[in-house]
């Protein structure tokens, strides 16, 4: 089995469908959460996903705050009811409906993983292994989290650390929020011998991004250009 895990889409459906191109062979699509929040194009990147029945998702804290009008959110610079409330505006009952979605999603195929935007029980807030992802520091977070292998999210970093007890901890970087132009995301195969776990950049265009943000102009896309691409 090949199976692809996504994070981090951010309404940046031009990330995305990069991604997608490149894992057309994937038999199973997990996305980690924020699938909305930040870019320009929500609609356009819950239709993308709809149509593909091979994903399968957890949900992030942009997802949250777009449904239950939350702040959730690992930093404070600015407010962030105004920019869900427009994203809210953007979508009709189908996608909110979408955006619905459990924590976690567990996956046995005798590698006991989990998948999880930041936490299973808070999909929110900054974590303590932002500024220092640390063995020690993640085997503490994680404590009260049974499996192998654990998948999030949320800090839009890349991240593959190895804990003191041996359980692997994948964070695949972000797709659609960074401005590098690579939409970073992780592709597992199963298919001979060990399982084989390989992270992936897929270049797309970052003006196109932009523009779609001086267009469309969410709240804060000023804010948004500058820190996120």
């Known amino acids: ?16 469908r990069s991604v997608l191109e490149e894992i057309d062979e994937a038999d199973r699509i997990i996305v980690l959460g924020d699938i909305v929040g930040i870019g320009p194009e929500p609609r356009d990147v819950i239709d993308i996903l709809m149509r593909d029945d091979r994903v399968e998702k957890v949900m992030g804290n ?3 705050n777009t449904l239950y009008g939350t702040e959730l959110g690992p930093i404070d610079i600015v407010p962030r009811g105004p920019h869900h409330e427009w994203v809210r ?6 996608h909110l ?3 619905k979605g459990p924590m976690v999603i567990n996956s046995s195929n005798g590698m006991e993983m989990v998948f999880m935007h930041r936490h299973p029980d808070d999909c929110g807030s900054k974590v303590p292994y932002f500024d220092s992802p640390t063995p020690g520091v993640l085997d503490s977070f994680y404590t009260d989290v049974e499996g ?3 998948f999030f999210g949320h800090t839009h970093v890349p991240l593959d650390v190895t804990g003191r007890t041996g359980r692997r901890y994948i964070n695949p970087g972000a797709v659609g929020a960074q401005n590098r132009g690579l939409a970073s995301y992780v592709l597992l195969d199963t298919d001979r011998g060990p399982i084989s776990i390989e992270r992936k950049e897929a270049p797309y ?3 196109s991004v932009v523009e779609g943000l001086e267009h469309e102009r969410p709240p804060y896309h000023r804010f948004i250009i500058s820190h996120f691409f």
Not at 1 to 16: E, G, R, T
Not at 89 to 94: A, K, Q
């Open 1 to 16: 089995m090949k199976l692809a895990v996504l994070s981090d889409i951010h309404a940046n459906p031009w990330a995305l």
């Open 62 to 64: 942009h997802d949250h």
């Open 89 to 94: 505006s953007r979508l009709n009952g189908t």
């Open 97 to 99: 409906d979408y955006l």
């Open 148 to 150: 192998s292998i654990l």
């Open 205 to 207: 265009d970052v003006r």
